[in-house]
């Protein structure tokens, strides 16, 4: 097992992370910037560096500087967490070159990965089902009409290296294409330096559903069982569950043996997600592969007693899985919700200082926190703040103790989210499991009276 590593992250991820190493005897990096110099996760480090300037160009995306910092004070492996540099082939590729321990999968699985274009071909050749569309980049917007044409309208308009809902769009006709690509393509660009476009049949109604894998570096891949992530604002996760309370056994089965099988073809190692769109007759179609840690990994490790973040770094120390996929375990019920520093009405960011920060505890609550009472949420990083994650016996009691919890919550100094989680938890169709991809469009977004 490795005796020290960096964490080339910030907030609530690097004291996941840092938390296990602790337990594990692992010395811990940190890595800062000059916006997080007071930041949690500086402080629980047991090393901490400036690496640059507030926005995360000049400093957490600065691989220089943090392959410096990580040769300088002998780190054996890197962490990434998620986002920020953890999808990036060119980091991963960086620190092999370094004899440094990447805990990811290998730097050519991120770049295939990392192009939904490729990705789709990928899995295509391994037997899985894809979303009816085009695995290749398109040249403009006409073009991108005649492939609607072909598939029929309403379309998903995507962009090839986007992530979280960026350069992602819905578009119902040609002429809303017209205007659509130009602007998604120039976002594309401006967020991931890659413009590339391609369109996919839009699934009415479905739920994301994504199965979590672990494979070794030895040949042995498992399945942690599902998530449910199916609610989420501007094409982004907000509150996930697992088990899915749609999923039937043998259909659970099923979507777990394809993620292995395609996680087998890829030759993949570590952990990874592969997220799957399922429809009302819970026919499953890939939607793409994270090459990383979830930002809802504690939902998983809630209903099987795993520590995720410890199985990585076996994993990455060369270590043998140490369970068969019949031995793992599914206990329970685990709902977790993002608690974002924004306006609960527009979804805007909210900075600002946190005066007060009071939160419930007790058995079956988790909290991961990215702030703490005192800290100033920055505009130049994601607002998430925090993570609540209930376990409970069945789905029913967990909804009940999240409802309470949420409402127990204080924070004062910025707007957040919690008025808007509280709503989705205490909404009927929320119990009753109807939580596809357009739950708040369809019972929380205010509809527009028509004037006559």
Known sequence: MFKKILI??????????????RNLGIKTIAVYSEADAQAPHVKFADEAYLIGGSRVNESYLNVEKIMEVAK??????????????????????????????????????????????????AMKEAGVSVVPGISYPLKDAAEAIKVASEIGYPIMLKASAGGGGIGMQI????????????G?????????????????????????????????EHGNTVYLWERECSIQRRHQ??????????????????MGEVAVNATKSLQYKNAGTIEFLVDEAKNFYFLEMNTRLQVEHPVTEEITGLDLVEEQLKVASGQVLSFKQEEIKRMGHAIEVRIYAEDPKTFFPSPGTINKLRMPDGEGIRHELAVEEGSTVTPFYDPMIAKL???????????????????????????????????VVSHPAFRNGDTTTNFVEKYLTPKKVKKN
């Open 8 to 21: 080339a992250n910030r907030g609530e991820i690097a004291i996941r992370v840092m938390r296990t190493c």
């Open 72 to 121: 300088i004070y002998e780190a054996e492996a890197i962490h990434p967490g998620y986002g920020l540099l953890s999808e990036n082939e060119n980091f991963a590729r960086r620190c092999e070159q370094e004899g440094i321990k990447f805990i990811g999968p290998p730097p050519e699985v991120i770049a295939k990965m990392g192009s939904k274009i490729e990705s789709r071909r």
């Open 171 to 182: 578009v119902h006709n040609d002429e809303a294409l017209i205007k659509a690509f130009a």
């Open 184 to 216: 998604n393509q120039k976002r594309a660009t401006d967020f991931f330096g890659d413009g590339a476009m391609y369109v996919e049949k839009y699934i009415e109604n479905p739920r994301h559903i994504e199965i979590q894998v672990l494979a070794d």
């Open 237 to 254: 996760k907000v509150v996930e569950e697992a088990p899915s309370p749609f999923l039937d056994e043998e259909t659970r089965r099923i």
């Open 389 to 423: 994650i209930i376990h409970d016996s069945n789905r029913e009691l967990a909804i009940d103790r999240l409802h309470q919890i949420l409402n127990q919550y204080e924070v004062e100094g910025i707007k957040t989210n919690i008025p808007m989680l509280i709503q």
